[in-house]
């Protein structure tokens, strides 16, 4: 890479260069030859070469094209690389593209895109696994457990439909230039059984419970049927008083399968 290179923070451009680290998180990688792994925020390449050893088809994104000349080095037949800002390509048209058995995304993304990503991956494709570098508070806030401060929607929106292992811690030190928070490399799984009937419903009901997250569900839950929320709370040794937080996932499916 070019000595002079101009770190952008705007695009949250910190680079990885511990090899221990990246060996780590590529080690994660189940996918095989019939799979497809997308890489979000290459970079200058540092998880990308290791990819390609793994003979599956390989889509990166990134948004800097000043990096065409470190990372088209790694293109080939199998791995191609597009310059485009992964939150506007139109993920499910560039998927039609590709036979596929699972999908795996990989990546050290920019921090303040994390949930935009997350929103964007899961709503336009049905990945396998998702390992993924993120500021190490967030990645504590989707493995929340309940009546914890950080157990919130996206806790049990992820918790729900995936299996979430901490990879490992990664200080200041292994990235270039140093980041000014610390990072942990999180691995979600696809969770195979669904026992939410209503999957929209649900969603929706961990959003409006969580909508102010002081309240209690009387307050977050005031267009809902009253009577029949009670009454399915008192089967959970619950009621109107509790707030979200003291709900668990199980709690949250209940109620979303009996309304
Ligand atoms: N994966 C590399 C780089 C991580 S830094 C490594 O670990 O060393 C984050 C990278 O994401 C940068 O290269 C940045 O240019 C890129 N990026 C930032 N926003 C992006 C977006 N919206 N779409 C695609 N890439 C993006």
Do not use: W
């Amino acid at each position: 890479m070019n000595k002079n290179f101009d770190f952008k923070k705007s695009l949250g451009q910190n680079f990885l260069k511990d090899e221990n680290i990246i060996k780590k998180i590529v080690n994660e990688i189940t996918a095989t030859k019939d799979d497809l792994i997308i890489e979000i925020g290459p970079g200058a390449g540092a998880i990308t070469k290791h990819l390609s050893a793994l003979h599956t088809n390989v889509i990166c994104f990134e948004i800097d094209k000043r990096l065409k000349e470190d990372l088209d080095k790694y293109k080939t037949d199998k791995l191609d690389i597009i310059y485009d800002d992964f939150l506007k390509i139109d993920l499910k048209e560039t998927l039609k593209k590709y036979n596929y058995k699972n999908i795996t995304f990989i990546g050290n993304l920019p921090y303040y895109i994390t949930t935009a990503i997350i929103n964007k991956i899961t709503e336009q494709s049905n990945p396998k696994e998702i390992i993924i570098m993120i500021q190490k508070e967030v990645a504590e806030r989707f493995m929340a457990k309940p009546n914890t401060k950080e157990y919130s929607s996206i806790s049990v929106f992820l918790q729900y439909n995936y299996d979430i292992k901490k990879v490992t811690l990664v200080s200041k030190e292994c990235f270039i230039p140093k980041p000014k928070v610390d990072s942990m490399v999180i691995k979600l799984t696809k969770k195979t059984d669904s026992k939410v009937i209503n999957k929209e419903q649900f969603y929706k009901l961990i959003k409006d419970s969580f909508t102010q997250k002081r309240k209690n569900l009387r307050n977050n839950l005031k267009n809902y049927d009253k009577e029949k929320l009670e009454k399915i709370l008192k089967t959970l040794n619950k009621d109107l008083t509790f707030r979200a937080e003291q709900l668990s996932i199980d709690d949250f499916i209940e109620i979303s399968n009996n309304l």
